[in-house]
């Protein structure tokens, strides 16, 4: 028996992420806010605060924020990224990052960091899992209506410094994604005899 590195993207992910809280907690909360956060003020003359349009997503304020979003990065990861490939699940989440960085710089005056686009692009995205060309999935539906109908109610109601728009866009583009590359792919149904049995 041997350890494999099963998932490269997302494990990759995770421990970066880790490493760069580990570094923030030892000196004192000084690589985070200036490396891995989207600024509040964002300065177009500055090249670091393009970068940290991206690298937002590896930044977290504490391990119980680090934990929460890893959870399900480290479960439906791994997953999706054996589905698609590395190379796909890498430019959906970099886009994620992108995307949601580049929308909080345009309408918000506050910074954003955390994985937690990237997680409600997972959630949206692992459920295009049995996507068949023509049909809509009821899973599809469901998950929409559970996680970003709650994001969106809270982003109403609540008053907190959980960022429901990211989480509202990284499930929209995780949605978008998901229909884009099945049907791409083709999204076939599988062949049925005469009998409507279908042929694996």
Known sequence: MKLKYNSPVILTFTFLSSIVLLIDSVTGSKIIPGLFTVPGE?????????????????????????????????????????????????????????????LNVVFFDSGLLGASGIVFMLILLSSFSNFKSGEIPITFILVVALYLG?????????????????????????????????????????ATDKFGIKIE
């Open 42 to 102: 964002f300065a177009f003359n500055h090249p670091l605060d393009y970068l940290r349009i991206f690298t937002h997503a590896a930044g977290h304020a504490n391990w119980m924020h680090l934990v929460g979003n890893f959870s399900l990065v480290l479960l439906l990861g791994p997953i999706l990224e054996e589905k698609y490939g590395s190379r796909d699940i890498l430019l959906m989440m970099l886009a994620t990052a992108g995307i949601t960085g580049i």
């Open 150 to 190: 709650q994001e969106i109610y809270r982003a109403v109601t609540e008053d907190n410094q959980v960022s429901e728009f990211a989480h509202i866009i990284g499930g929209a583009i995780g949605g978008v994604f998901g229909f884009l590359v099945e049907r791409s792919k083709g999204g076939k149904k599988p």
